[in-house]
């Protein structure tokens, strides 16, 4: 007989997500709370996202399995709404293994889509058709495999289980694939199934102790009481269908994302915390209203290490906006922020915070669907007093008051309580409040 479960029966979990426009120090906020978590779950995404933690000393870099691996007895999980480069993942293991880090307890979701060749050469080829309108991606395949996967003819990493199978779904995938390549785009670079097969299943054959129906261990785990902990990738202002479109990734980093990309309901979900800097950065191309081409944001870029994880590429800076704060709040119901990195803004003698755009005569203060009318958006901006260094303070009572200020400010303008305030890169120099 089957037991039925009510509310009230779950451990509420909580979803750590990127309230701008992605790299806004998630990793350090995830690895903290990893720390009392027994299952840590990625639910979208490739390795199109990086994350970057700092433990003693030691620097690691995440692409696809979740931070929580750092701690022995942390289930860590790759969800069904992830895409999967096996070759990537598997370097990834190899490394968390050469630095005395053991994978037992990585999970990989049989239905998760697998990255292939051909899904990078497209992206790489698609960016360089579209020439001054391209969208900036990491070229990693990711938006490829999304496409495959929406059109029901991608590869799910279930099919390394089943040879023949995956073998099938390779030559007609590489058959149709070579001829939009040569055909469409007009390029030489073309694929070879066998060649293909031959390496993959032998990625395949690696990864098989790590594969699983993960959405049956999440659910158990909640069940049981367990604290669970959903990861997130990119940012709200990436969202497929509520971001910066087309200048977003293929997937949904919001809240609600979680639950398609992990399998679980949204009853299971209790306490949501946005990431925020302390300023906002983006990666590519698309208007930025807060952007700046001054000392101020090259002082930000240089003291805050802006360069991207993944691809090394020089991060686009500007003051915080608050209208992106107010937007990421209401669109993953955020309860709680996490704000990064103010130790960056030291000794700037006065910051500014945007509180609303200025479009024409009107005055906005929701972020606006469309591009369009983003791009004709101005920042109205409230100017407070700056601070000194910060970076050695571990208590927010011993705070200068004009850091308090500011963090209060912006609770005031985005609607949630700032709980927790980063000071440096390391897990000592997270603040809670």
Same mark, same amino acid.
């Given at each position: ?5 009510? =509310? ?48 003693n ?17 942390t289930?860590?999980v ?20 050469? %630095?005395g ?18 899904h ?5 080829i698609?960016?360089?058709? =579209? ?6 991606t ?8 999304y496409?495959?996967?929406a059109e029901?003819?991608?590869i =799910? ?13 390779? =030559? ?7 001829a *939009? ?8 670079? +073309?694929?070879?199934a066998?060649?293909i097969i ?12 790590f ?42 980093? *919001? ?57 090394? %590429? ?14 990421? +709040?209401?669109t ?10 103010i130790?960056?803004?030291?000794n700037?003698?006065?910051i ?5 755009y ?8 929701e972020?606006?669907?469309h ?5 004709q ?7 407070l ?15 200068p ?11 005031e ?7 927790m ?13």
């Amino acid at each position: 007989m089957i037991e039925v479960m009510e =509310r009230g029966d779950f451990m509420p979990a909580k979803v750590v997500i990127g309230a701008q426009w992605g790299d806004e120090g998630k990793a350090k906020i995830i690895d903290i709370l990893s720390e009392e978590a027994n299952v840590v779950v990625r639910s979208q995404g490739g390795n199109n996202a990086g994350h970057t933690v700092s433990v003693n000393g030691e620097v690691y870099k995440f692409h696809l399995v979740p931070s929580g691996i750092l701690y022995p007895g942390t289930i860590c999980v790759v969800g069904n709404g992830v895409v999967v480069d096996p070759k990537g993942i598997l370097e990834e293991i190899d490394m968390l293994v050469s %630095r005395g880090i053991s994978v037992s307890n990585l999970k990989i979701d049989l239905r998760a889509h697998v990255v292939m060749p051909y899904h990078k050469a497209l992206d790489g080829i698609k960016e360089k058709y =579209r020439g001054k309108k391209d969208i900036g991606t990491t070229k990693k395949g990711i938006g490829p495999c999304y496409m495959d996967k929406a059109e029901r003819s991608g590869i =799910r990493i279930g099919d390394f289980l089943y040879p023949e199978i995956f073998k099938e779904k390779v =030559r007609e995938n590489v058959k149709i694939k070579n001829a *939009i390549i040569s055909k469409v785009y007009e390029s030489d670079e +073309v694929f070879n199934a066998e060649e293909i097969i031959k390496e993959y299943m032998e990625y395949g054959e690696r990864l098989k102790p790590f594969l699983t129906d993960t959405t049956a261990i999440i659910y158990e785990a909640i069940k049981e009481g367990k604290e669970v902990l959903f990861e997130g990738a990119q940012g709200t202002l990436l969202d497929i269908d509520l971001g910066t479109y087309p200048y977003v990734t293929s997937s949904h980093p *919001i809240t609600g994302g979680v639950c398609v990309g992990a399998g679980i309901g949204p009853t299971m979900i209790d306490e949501c915390i946005g990431v925020m800097k302390g300023y906002v950065t983006r990666v590519g191309k698309g208007p930025f209203p807060t952007e700046l081409f001054d000392e101020d944001g090259d002082r930000i870029r240089e003291v805050g290490k802006e360069y991207g994880t993944t691809t090394g %590429r020089p991060r686009r800076c500007g003051w915080f906006d608050a209208v992106i704060g107010r937007f990421a +709040v209401r669109t993953s119901g955020l309860t709680a922020i996490a704000l990064n990195k103010i130790d960056v803004l030291s000794n700037i003698p006065v910051i500014k915070i945007c509180t609303a755009y200025k479009k024409g005569n009107e005055i906005i203060k929701e972020f606006p669907a469309h591009l369009e009318d983003l791009k004709q958006c101005e920042p109205v901006y409230e100017e407070l007093e700056g601070w000194g260094d910060i970076s050695h303070i571990r208590r927010y009572e011993d705070f200068p008051e004009a850091v308090k200020k500011y963090i209060k400010r912006i609770e005031e303008l985005c609607g949630a309580k700032v709980t927790m305030v980063g000071v440096g890169p390391s897990r000592e120099q997270n603040i809670n409040i």
